[in-house]
């Protein structure tokens, strides 16, 4: 039996939109698991980002209630989910974000001292971390406009892995990368799965979507179904058709 | 609407904040610009005005009157010379009175006329600026009516040369030239029953009093020093008193001298921060908005329209602005008005002046044209396409600065110094800005300390010696006198300082006034003596720095002095400072005094013992000496007195000055925190997203302007302590101050310093509380 992490319980999120309200999520309830790679798939303005942004306390729903342990995140005030995520979850985006200002080693430097005081054993996590993701010393030190799309995303995944949050939430993490420096950021993402990291990623590719062991499709804001395709293998095509009947079901 | 307002209109219209900032310090700045010219350019003439209404003398004189043909001689003098056009001789008397006024005592030669004489006087005319139904009475000069000091009806208690007499209030007067008791002598105006009364009870020394309308007005100065020169050498034993045009314009402006001078710093100060603040403004506008202007360059814009709708929008936004201003001054003057005619004692109508809103409306409009267009020309470098693909690289990358793996400082100190360290145009406007706010933090702490909290130091650098009592006695008691304050158990010390009104000609320039001494040793005030020293020997003099100074008179030098017929040569010991005389006076011993003349009378400065009744030791030397007592006068009380008036005003000046900075500050935090929020909101997007609360990100941003405001409040203060006085020489030296000797207060300038950086953080943080408006799901991509 797998360990709930985070719990949503009929979750709506609505915006008004010139005058008129746009009703994202729709009464959504869903349990997370850990060590689960979930992977929230949908058409473009389905609610897939709305949904994850909510669950990770980047957002705060509209209704609904989540819960994380004890803690009922959706009451938590701003400052309150600021220090939520910074403790429990790692976040990597599609537009990347690292801070053009600071070297690439600061950037991983600045979400890590924000939790962890002991400098020295975040320096070596780091580098282990850089070293897992095969980002060399050199690329470290420059700053994230003078490397590669594919290595400042690679950073995204180090900075939002630094803290060893419970949840790392992906967005589109390889929709502004090219095909092979996505699939790079994919097997990242893969093997921090495999050793055991929870991971909730937001896609609308199917090679992306493979890699995970459920998958969670989204209509209309709300959860329209779910499929477990069970450990990643690579080059699975049993893994492959399965999805693809899923995503076929869905509407996809 | 031209393509250039249309573009001007969009810019204000995206920029509300920045344009309320600049149009607030613009504000500020011709608020008080407009003030500054309307008190240099009118105030003054004001005086000139009054002077031609009433006809005025340039140079008077009063003359204690021992010998009947005195008046005829004055007359034939004055008919004589041919540099003066008109004059008017009138019966007077004459004497020192000590009456009270603001809370203390005020002592002044006096010039006592008869009200109805007074009025008709051809040249040197009164005016009654107010009157009531009494008909036997004082018209007292109507500076005495300010400050709920004297009202009509009141009764006027005023000690005179024969005892102390008390008058009925029947009205005001205005006079130009001895209408207060900065005049040298001032005057008082009696009903004709009165009058009658000073001669039949010898209640004052009858004189002839002079007014005399020069041609030449500058050299009002030289024909008062011949006049005197020619009376002592025909009446040696005839005591003058005189004034001239000069003397008195200074004099009865000393305060709105000190005023304009800060009024004009100030507004200069201001309107440098604010154009520093608009070159900070358009090199963002440029940085945020290369795309546009590439776009706008592209759709066939010139940088010279894009240049002009920037001038335009900023001279256009800085002109109404310094209107604003000016209409505001206009609220303000009157409240200023009050304070300065407490002081000049002349009437003063605020009235629309075009000239000075012309000028501060076209220097600000030139000076902002001027930095807008310097900070728009790199406009013309932009090239549409670079423009619109990539707009400008806004980062150096060539150091990381503060690597956070090898920085000792805590995280968010860390990143607040790379904010830091990357902000050049930011550190260059904190820096401005307090440099100029610790100046004026440290002048405002140093006027705290020498004029508001204790008005002595002031006292010693501009009022000359001064001890507990004054007293003037004839010279045929002084033996006696002196041996009764040796054995009166509450006299402390005593030296001979003084001469009053005595004066001295300089062969060769003006008459200066003499303070006549025993011993220099024993004077209280030894910072009197800027350079060199006080007198020693009977050939030796000290003189005023500020005529030795306009004359190029060395210490060492040789100057030849003149009293009546009789000439010597005195080698200047050193030079002395206090306004009194404005620059005009010297010390002199007595032996070297007494080789030119006998004088006329002693002074002596009497320190008392510790809780010694002044005015009762002043009282029973006057009861007991009689006559033979010229004048008994409580020097702390006419200090208090006369120095209410500038510690109100500069009290008023400090606080008004306080506030501006403060507020200064708090735009131009605004405006940078401002411009900081909008040029990294991605940064602080990505950082709340991290896990940064708004508290964090509030603290980084403030912390991120600390080190140019520590450093440069640092430099400030340090400099500006060496700064404020030679600065305050030069605002006073219309009033013969060559040197500042104002204590700087180094632990006020500290904590002065040290509330202004607190006061710039808590300003920062406050502005930085805009960052919790910025969500990190702005950061998202859309559904």
Sequence with gaps: MKEILLKAEKLSKSFSSGGAMQHVLKNVDLELYEGDFTVIMGASGAGKSTLMYALSGMDTPTLGKITFGDTVISDLSQDGLAVFRRDHCGFVFQQIYLIDSMSVFDNVMTAGLLVNKDKSALIKRAKELFEAVDIPETTQRKFSTQISGGEAQRAGIVRAMINSPEILFADEPTGALNSQTGLDVLNTLTEFNEQGQSVVMVTHDMRSARRGNRILYLKDGSILGECELGKYVPNDLARHEKLSAFLKEMGW | ?783
């Excluded at chain 2, 720095?545 to 060492?556: H, P, R």
């Excluded at chain 2, 002043?618 to 009861?623: G, T, V």
């Design chain 2, 1 to 783: 609407m031209s393509k250039n307002s249309l573009l001007a209109r969009a810019n204000i219209r995206k920029a509300k904040g920045q344009t309320v900032a600049i149009v607030v310090l613009v504000l500020l700045s011709s608020l008080m610009m407009n003030l500054w010219l309307m008190l240099s350019m009118d105030y003054k003439k004001n005086f000139e005005r009054c002077h031609d209404r009433l006809n005025d003398g340039h140079v008077n004189l009063a003359a204690y009157v021992t010998n009947d043909d005195f008046e005829k001689f004055a007359s034939d003098m004055l008919k004589e010379r041919a540099d003066i056009t008109d004059f008017t001789v009138s019966n007077a008397f004459v004497g020192p009175l000590t009456f009270e006024y603001n809370g203390g005592d005020m002592t002044s030669l006096a010039v006592l006329l008869e009200k109805d004489d007074a009025l008709s006087r051809n040249v040197g005319k009164f005016e009654i600026t107010e009157e009531g139904s009494e008909k036997s009475g004082i018209y007292l000069p109507m500076l005495y009516g300010t400050r709920d000091n004297y009202s009509i009806g009141d009764k006027f208690k005023v000690t005179l040369p024969n005892g102390e007499y008390e008058y009925t209030v029947c009205g005001f007067f205005n006079s130009a030239m001895i209408g207060s008791h900065n005049c040298n002598m001032m005057s008082l105006l009696f009903t004709s029953d009165k009058f009658e009364e000073l001669l039949t009870d010898n209640i004052a020394w009858k004189a002839v009093y002079a007014s005399a309308r020069v041609s030449d007005v500058p050299k009002s100065e030289e024909i008062v020093a011949a006049l005197k020169d020619a009376i002592a050498k025909e009446f040696p034993e005839i005591s003058v008193t005189t004034n001239n045009y000069q003397m008195i314009t200074t004099s009865r402006y000393i305060s709105q001298s000190i005023c304009a001078g800060i009024l004009s710093a100030m507004a200069f100060l201001v309107l440098l921060i604010g154009v520093v603040v608009i070159c900070s403004n358009i090199a963002n506008y440029i940085q945020e908005n290369m795309p546009n202007l590439g776009a706008l360059k592209a759709i066939g814009y010139t940088s010279r329209q894009i240049i002009a709708s920037m001038i335009a929008q900023f001279v256009g936004v800085s002109a109404a602005a310094a209107v604003i201003g000016i209409g505001l001054s206009y609220l303000v003057f009157p409240a200023i008005n009050e304070m300065m005619i407490a002081q000049t004692g002349i009437p003063y109508t605020v009235r629309f002046q075009i000239f000075p809103v012309l000028l501060t409306v076209a220097f600000i409009s030139i000076v902002v044209c001027a930095a807008v267009y310097f900070s728009a020309k790199k406009i013309k470098k932009i090239e549409p396409i670079m423009a619109m693909r990539q707009g400008i690289v806004t980062h150096s990358f060539k150091k990381n600065r503060v690597p956070l793996d090898s920085s000792s400082m805590p995280l968010n100190a860390a990143l607040a110094m790379k904010t830091t360290l990357s902000g050049f145009k930011q550190n260059i406007t904190v820096c401005i800005t307090m440099l100029v706010i610790s100046l004026v933090m440290v002048f405002a702490a140093t006027m705290f300390g020498n004029v508001i909290t204790d008005i002595d130091p002031m006292i010693d650098m501009i009022a000359g010696e001064r001890a507990d009592s004054s007293i003037t006695v004839n010279l045929s008691i002084e033996d006696e006198f002196v041996s009764a304050l040796e054995n009166d158990s509450r006299v402390e010390k005593f030296y001979l300082f003084g001469g009053g009104s005595t004066e001295i000609q300089h062969v060769g320039g003006i008459s200066l006034y003499v303070s006549v001494t025993n011993d220099c040793s024993k004077l209280n005030n030894q910072g009197m003596s800027v350079e060199g020293r006080y007198p020693k020997y009977d050939n030796e003099i000290s003189i005023a720095a500020k005529y030795a100074k306009d004359n190029d008179i060395k210490i060492g030098d040789e100057i030849l002095l003149s009293v009546g017929n009789k000439q010597e040569k005195y080698i200047v010991s050193g030079y002395t400072q206090n306004t009194n005389a404005l620059g005009k006076d010297c010390i002199i011993t007595r032996e070297g005094y007494e080789k030119l003349a006998e004088l006329p009378n002693v002074c002596y400065y009497i320190d008392l013992i510790e809780g010694a009744d002044i005015d009762g030791f002043n009282d029973e030397l006057s009861d007991r000496f009689g006559g033979d007592i010229l004048s008994a006068i409580n020097v702390y009380s006419i200090i208090e007195s006369s120095g209410s008036v500038y510690v109100l005003l500069v009290t008023v000046l400090v606080i008004a000055v306080v506030l501006i900075s403060c507020i200064v500050i708090i735009f131009v935090m605004y405006l940078l925190v401002r411009t900081m929020l909008n040029n990294k909101k991605r940064d602080y997007g990505i950082l709340k997203a991290l896990g940064f609360t708004t508290g964090q990100l509030v603290l980084q941003t403030a912390m991120s302007f600390m080190p140019s405001v520590i450093i440069s409040a640092v430099i400030g203060i340090a400099v500006s302590t060496q700064l404020v006085n030679p600065l305050l020489a030069v605002f006073l030296s219309g009033i013969g101050v060559v040197k500042s000797t104002f204590i700087i207060p180094v632990a006020g300038s500290i904590i002065a310093g040290a509330g202004l950086v607190l006061f710039a953080f808590g300003a920062a943080c406050l502005m930085s509380l805009r960052v919790r408006k910025i969500a990190p799901r702005e950061l998202l991509a859309g559904e």
